[in-house]
């Protein structure tokens, strides 16, 4: 089959070249699918760099996110038949033409969705899903979504306003961005520039000073002390990553104390088949059938911000480096 190789391993963009390699057959519990899109992800990045290597077990090939039909299916498993048309979630292996993915870990593709929404959907929307269940959002709280033009950032925020977000807060580093997030039906009820504006401030002053109940955070270092400047008594903060870095210098902890803050980091890539198949389980029976495309009519819904053809997969690394896109990253096959 076609894949999308590094050469010697890890590299930068101009390393990425498509190849060919061998076909991967299902083993028990699996389904082999052939994949008709991938998202393209941050983690990407890092692992094409070799400084994010994919679970024990998985698939070296990068991606971790695809849509397509199922070609064959593994010993044991009796829920899914030969074409058909599926989602779904891996450890690796989703940039090629076809990946071996667990039964318990692809769901059916809405028929609202076309194969590049659906591969738009499993790493941020259940990456978001996650987030928003593990601080234990409420109707009513307030939320400040970091990175909010990202894909997992467009995800939190459509699901913090329809869970019943009082005010859904979330920043980004231009106006264009900005603007973009504030017109999506069911987004984010407030906009910050963090490059321009002090985003605790602005916190304080949308939320008459009493601060989000929630955050879900991606820049790390540059934030951190800001975040719990914004966050309310009570409040709790999920870091998903460590953007601007890992270290943070002559931090005042105070807040933590006085406010009884609960802070949390989690993954979803490294977590265990079992905790994942849960996880994709709630997500199907809360979420999955309420997603359409960007011109459906559903609470949730996909954005793309480009979609290229396999052969243009280096120019897909290049628009996800440039820290410009709003919306998600999908690739054809």
């Known amino acids: 089959m076609r894949a ?10 101009d390393s990425l070249y498509i190849g060919e390699t061998e076909k991967p057959q299902p083993r028990a519990g699996e389904v082999l699918v052939k994949v008709k899109a991938f998202g393209v992800n941050r983690m ?30 593994g010993e044991g498993v009796q829920d899914w038949k030969e074409g058909a048309e599926v989602l779904g979630l891996v450890g690796g292996g989703a940039y090629a033409e076809y990946v071996a993915a667990l039964a318990t870990h692809i769901w059916s593709k809405p028929a609202g969705l076309s194969w590049e929404d659906a591969a738009a959907v499993p790493e941020n929307w259940i ?8 601080v234990e959002f409420k109707s009513g709280e307030a939320a400040l979504i970091h990175t909010g033009a990202s894909g997992v950032g467009v995800a939190a925020n459509q699901l913090a306003r329809t869970w019943g977000g009082s005010k859904v807060i979330t920043t980004a580093s231009t106006s264009d961005k900005l603007d973009w997030l504030i017109g999506l039906p069911n987004g984010p009820t407030h ?55 890992s270290v943070v210098q ?14 949390e ?23 999955a059938e309420k997603l359409t495309g960007e011109h459906g009519n559903g609470p ?34």
């Open 4 to 13: 999308v190789l590094v050469k010697n391993g890890a590299g930068g963009i």
């Open 300 to 333: 949730f819904r996909t954005y793309l911000h480009a979609v290229y053809p396999l052969e243009r997969i280096q120019d897909a690394h290049r628009d996800m480096e440039s820290n410009t896109t709003a919306g998600k990253l999908v690739v054809t096959i």
């Open 44 to 73: 990407d990045i890092l692992q094409r760099e070799g400084k994010y290597p994919p679970p024990a077990g998985s698939s070296s090939i990068i991606g971790v996110e695809f849509s397509g039909t199922i070609a064959e299916v």
């Open 127 to 134: 990456t978001a899903f996650q987030a928003l269940t593990i």
């Open 191 to 245: 906009t910050v520039n963090y490059k321009t504006q002090d985003f605790a401030g602005e916190v304080k002053r949308i939320t008459e000073g009493k601060g989000v109940s929630v955050i879900v955070d991606f820049p790390g270092q540059s934030h951190f002390a800001k975040n719990l400047d914004s966050l309310a008594v009570d409040g709790r903060m999920v870091m998903l990553a460590l953007l601007s870095g």
């Open 250 to 263: 002559n931090l005042d902890l105070s807040n933590i104390l006085r406010k009884r803050l609960r802070i």
């Open 265 to 287: 980091g989690s993954t979803l890539r490294s977590r265990t088949s079992q905790y994942q198949a849960e996880l994709i389980g709630r997500f199907k029976k809360e979420v």
